[in-house]
């Protein structure tokens, strides 16, 4: 009669697994970004979502995108840049695609945006080059399912983002003034307020300095 070994618990059957994002995660990624982080791009909806982490997997050298997972399903999402000005000038490429074009479009009559929302998130982005000088590394986007939040899975898709950094790498990130949540999540998790650009608050990593 084989050993079979101790019988698996609850927690284990339900293991958190943390891997680099595929090409084959996007659909479900932007679902629940839509789903979790309504914010002006998420509202935008698809195709741009889905384009826009499709470039970010194009240039592995610049991005870092990780998924947590339970079981198959996709339940956090990090990704971020090593250098905002090559991901800011990839993404503005995007903006001239004819379905971002269509998508913006569509979102604006349905009413999910406002011109005047785009036109102060690109405001706000050009404040932060010129605020910022060097590489300004930062985090992109950040979500954990609701149903799963307040159990670690923020701090372990962070972890692991700073452990594909260089040392000493200073990590931004900017989160929106009415984002109280958000807010209270980097201060307790090591981050500093720095600036506020627009309708944004700049926090920077303390341990990165």
Not at 45 to 55: D, V
Not at 62 to 88: E, F, N, P, W
């Amino acid at each position: 009669m084989g050993y079979k070994g101790a019988p698996q618990t609850n927690s284990m059957k339900h293991a958190i697994h943390i891997r680099t994002m595929r090409t084959t995660d996007i659909h479900s990624v932007s679902r629940l970004h839509m789903r979790v982080l309504p914010t002006t791009i998420a509202r935008i909806g698809n195709p741009y979502l889905s384009n826009l982490y499709a470039k970010l997997l194009e240039d592995a050298s610049s991005h870092l995108a990780l998924v947590a997972r339970i079981d198959d399903q996709i339940i956090g999402v990090i990704t971020a840049t090593k250098d905002l000005y090559i991901t800011q000038r990839a993404l503005q490429r995007m903006l001239f695609y004819p379905t971002t074009i269509i998508a913006v479009i569509r979102a604006v009559l349905r009413h999910r945006v406002k011109v005047a929302e785009l036109i102060e998130r690109m405001s706000t982005e050009r404040q932060i080059r010129i605020r910022f000088h060097g590489s300004y590394p930062t985090i992109l986007t950040f979500f954990v399912d609701t149903a799963h939040q307040h159990k670690g899975i923020g701090k372990k898709l962070l972890v692991e983002v700073q452990k594909h950094l260089p040392k000493n790498t200073k990590l931004y990130v900017d989160t929106e003034m009415t984002n109280t949540h958000a807010q209270q999540w980097y201060s307790a998790h090591g981050f500093k307020k720095i600036d506020t650009i627009g309708p944004n608050i700049i926090y920077r990593h303390q341990n990165s300095d």
